[in-house]
């Protein structure tokens, strides 16, 4: 049997030399970039392309809870349409409009864009989390440089948090009918 095994210093060395090797590399690379030999670093993403359909709009589906919201997204006034009706009619209460314009706060476009959005299924406060969510993956599509400040704010991902199914045996979910001694 040959006895090949390797002590710490050996492995040290060894990592060593890779760290140099990659420094060395990186630091040729920048000179390159700074010399004007290549165009951008290669540490950026790509960018994504613009997806818009045949009237020029950016069209994304939104899901929160029960809710599924189709939303259209299109240059104008900020004008925002939810089946039908103005989103002043539609969400009544400020707070629900307040979740369907942190969209456009957040990437400073307020007023910019007219929404127009059907939405299906659940609650008013899902259907407004739903068209936020709609809302947040149209804009990324109609402009992809703000998919980096949108995703950051978390408003890409799709809140996966449903009603607990109710169990046999139990009032409700998880609460158990009421004990009775006698």
């Known amino acids: 049997m040959s006895d090949n095994r390797q002590s710490l ?95 456009f706060g957040i990437t400073e476009r307020e007023g910019q864009y007219d929404v127009i959005c059907t939405v299906k299924g659940g609650g008013l406060s899902g259907q407004a989390g739903a068209v936020k969510h709609g809302i947040s993956q149209a804009i990324t599509k109609y402009e992809p440089i703000l998919r980096a400040p949108v995703k950051a704010a978390g408003f890409l991902t799709r809140d996966s948090r449903t009603v607990e199914r109710k169990k046999y045996g139990r009032a409700k979910a998880r609460r158990s009918f009421q004990f009775s001694k006698r």
């Open 9 to 103: 210093a050996d492995l040290g060395a060894a990592l060593n030399e890779q760290r140099e090797t990659a420094v060395a590399a990186s630091e040729e690379k920048a000179e390159a970039y700074l010399e004007g030999k290549i165009d951008e670093p290669s540490q950026r993403a790509p960018l994504r392309a613009q997806e818009l359909d045949k009237y020029g709009r950016a069209y994304a589906t939104g899901r929160r809870k029960d809710a599924v919201a189709r939303v259209w997204l299109k240059p104008g006034s900020g004008k925002i349409t939810v089946n039908g009706r103005d989103q002043e009619v539609y969400f009544a209460r400020p707070t629900l409009r307040l979740v369907i314009n942190q969209v």
